[in-house]
């Protein structure tokens, strides 16, 4: 009796001691990341550098973490590298940086990544991707929409939309506050075509997330996705619907994404991501962040036209002549739509022999031509109805040009880029038969209207 | 063979005007290089009120002086080319008329500086930078973090200059708050910032 009390009291403060002295450092029992032991860096940096990162490591171990496991740490590029401007920098942060003299920005542009990366960051800014933000606000109808009709031009509201919804993707044009630092309305945002104040466009961290700014992970579908999704471009969804996405899907886990730069190829896959066909390297074309190279035709625009604009130029307009563009929405391959295509082939043939490929484009190419055909044939429509001024004002509760809106916006970009992209469902339900429903609908109220001489309520 | 009579009649004459020209020559090369010298530094270059601005962040900078040895990169040693001497010569004529033009015929002071700061490829030559940085290739060599650009650079795969990676950082400390300070009203900010503060 006796001995079990003892043994029961002497349970009982083991269990106090224990609460009052709770396990601390490496290996907590309910912490399995323990954050909690400060982080010491012994590599050959300046005092300043390891500063950032001890400090940093305490304040925000994420992005630490994320830095550690990055190729830039193990090159012993670390914060310093990319965040610290000179004093005159239209970037520096003016009202101090805690218990740092280094003056830094938050802000990190595509100058600072190309000082390392200077070909992937000149290529890049070949592509269309760099138009993604000046381009939106370029545009009457865009600013239209996004400030006035989804906005209601309210005087506190009206950029909410742009800046929860358009600029995540295609980016902002970064406005600072007079400490310089970035505004709410403008950022963050990892936004592909961002326009930094130095002048330089483009975000890297788009598809290499920071802080890891990892290889893997831009090779992957999932860093396209995040952005090519939705009614207006299921390209990820297109993606799923194609064997590629089925073939990825069952075993991509599987697969080798950490080959070396400019030598992923088979067997490290046995189907292509997004980055494969778009940018890996082949037999025609070298390896290339222009992701616009290797497309024969621009299948957003409401008429889809062969790709003979050569490079982009959103972005020189905007580092060199401080203009808001809409860049060149044909922007390509330099040496035409035809080299564009020759180059995209030289990646199917790894897999694929030549009577499939050939043979595949040539129908893909006229599912192309036969939407210009739908398309083209509601312009002609709406021009005879707004020379006789049967057009609403307002497009958006106008049916008509509501309808026309969607049948190239919607569904004529799920027809054209599920046929070029091998996706059954998106060419065909959530395509081209929406798209024939479209034209019924536009022929039917533009009959009407004729009739009546009136826009039907 | 007139000629050679004539020669040999005023060897006297000839000799004294090949050893007068000589001496002219020497004499001339002399002062060309003591003028070359003289032209190529802070002093004279500052000479010109516009580049107040220019000399005084440069004394602030480590290619100015201000560093733990004390040594000091003359103007001419970074905007100049040091390939060839013939080179450095026409640079400098063409250059130096360039500066005479804008400053008499111009009004330097409504130049823009900030966008001509973002040119500077056209006017810091690599040549200048390498007759220093002599070891660069090998010092970069084991430095991770500057291998990767340098290796690119003298592979030749890549076109960038020296001062396009370095900009804003080389020769003239903090050059923007210098301009601001001297130029006052008349001085353009980065459009850039222009952009970002003013509403779309």
Redesign the interface.
């Known amino acids: 009796m006796r001995a079990s009390l003892a043994g029961f009291l002497a349970f009982v403060f083991c269990l106090g001691w224990l609460s009052a002295h709770p396990p601390r450092g490496g290996t907590s029992i309910d912490n399995a990341m323990d954050t909690q032991l400060p982080l010491k860096t012994f590599r050959g940096m300046k005092a300043e550098a390891k500063g950032c990162i001890e400090c940093h490591a305490k304040k925000n171990p994420g992005i630490v973490a994320d830095w550690k496991m990055s190729r830039h740490a ?4 670390s914060c310093i ?1 990319c965040h610290a401007v ?5 970037m520096l942060t003016r009202d101090g940086h805690e218990g740092s003299k280094v003056p830094i920005s938050v802000l990190v542009s595509t100058n600072t990544c ?3 990366h ?2 992937e960051v000149t290529e890049f800014r070949h592509s269309g991707h760099v138009r993604g933000a000046v381009q939106v ?1 370029a545009k009457a109808n865009m ?1 239209d929409l996004m400030v006035m009709v989804e906005g209601r031009n309210h005087p506190d509201l009206k950029y909410a939309p742009a800046a929860t919804g358009c600029q995540q993707c295609h980016g902002s ?4 506050d007079k400490n310089r630092r970035p505004t709410p309305e403008t950022w963050p945002t990892y936004g592909i075509g961002t326009a ?4 330089s466009v483009g975000n890297c961290a788009s598809c290499h997330s920071a802080h890891k700014f990892s290889l893997e992970e831009a090779r992957k579908p999932a860093a396209c996705a995040s952005c090519h999704l939705g009614p207006d471009h299921p390209d990820i969804e297109i993606y799923n619907n194609s064997m590629h996405g089925h073939v990825f899907n069952a075993e991509g886990a599987k697969w080798n994404f950490d080959a070396a730069p400019g030598t992923w190829k088979v067997p490290d896959f046995r189907a292509p991501t997004c980055a494969t066909c778009h940018m890996s390297g082949n037999t025609k074309s070298m390896v290339t962040h222009n992701v616009s190279r290797r497309l024969k035709w621009n299948l957003f625009m409401p008429l889809s036209k062969l790709r003979t604009g050569g490079y982009e130029t959103a972005s020189d307009d905007f580092k ?1 002549e ?1 203009k ?1 563009t809409i860049g060149n929405p044909l922007a390509g391959n330099p040496k035409g739509p035809e080299a564009a295509r020759a180059e995209m082939k030289a990646g199917c043939i790894d897999c694929h022999n030549k009577q499939h490929i050939d043979n595949f484009f040539v129908m893909a190419d006229k599912n192309i031509m036969l939407y210009n055909e739908y398309w083209k044939e509601a312009v002609k429509m709406k021009d005879e109805l707004a020379k006789k001024h049967l057009l609403g004002k307002d497009m958006w509760s106008d049916d008509f040009q509501n309808t026309m809106y969607h049948m190239w916006h919607h569904e004529g970009r799920r027809m054209r880029q599920g046929g070029i992209m091998a996706a059954p469902d998106y060419s065909h339900w959530h395509g081209v038969f929406e798209v024939q429903q479209d034209i019924r609908k536009l022929r039917k109220i533009y009959a009407k209207r004729l009739k009546t001489n009136k826009i039907e309520d | 063979m007139g000629f050679l009579r004539v020669l040999q009649e005023k060897r006297f004459f000839l000799f004294w005007l090949f050893c007068g020209g000589c001496v002219l020559g020497v004499v001339l090369t002399v002062v060309t290089v003591q003028a070359v010298e003289w032209t190529g530094d802070d002093k004279f270059c500052g000479m010109c009120h516009i580049m107040t601005p220019e000399v005084d962040s440069y004394h602030l900078d480590k290619h100015g002086g201000h560093n733990h040895v004390g040594m000091k990169a003359e103007c001419v040693d970074c905007h100049l080319p040091h390939d060839n001497i013939i080179h450095y010569f026409v640079e400098k004529t063409l250059l130096g008329m360039e500066d005479v033009y804008g400053n008499t015929m111009k009004n330097p002071r409504k130049f823009d500086w900030e966008m001509n700061r973002r040119e500077a490829r056209d006017y810091v030559f690599d040549s200048g930078c390498l007759r220093c940085h002599t070891n660069l290739k090998d010092a970069t060599q084991s430095n991770m973090k500057a291998f990767l650009p340098h290796r690119d650079y003298f592979a030749k795969l890549t076109k960038k200059h020296c001062v396009e990676c370095h900009l804003d950082e080389v020769g003239h400390k903090n050059l923007g708050i210098h301009l601001r300070k001297f130029l006052k009203q008349d001085y353009k900010p980065t459009v850039r910032a222009l952009i970002s503060t003013s509403h779309n």
């Open positions: 193990h090159a012993g590029v590298d000179s004093k005159d920098s239209p190309a000082k390392c200077e070909k606000w600013r044009i970064i406005k600072l930094f104040p130095d002048g060199y401080n808001i």
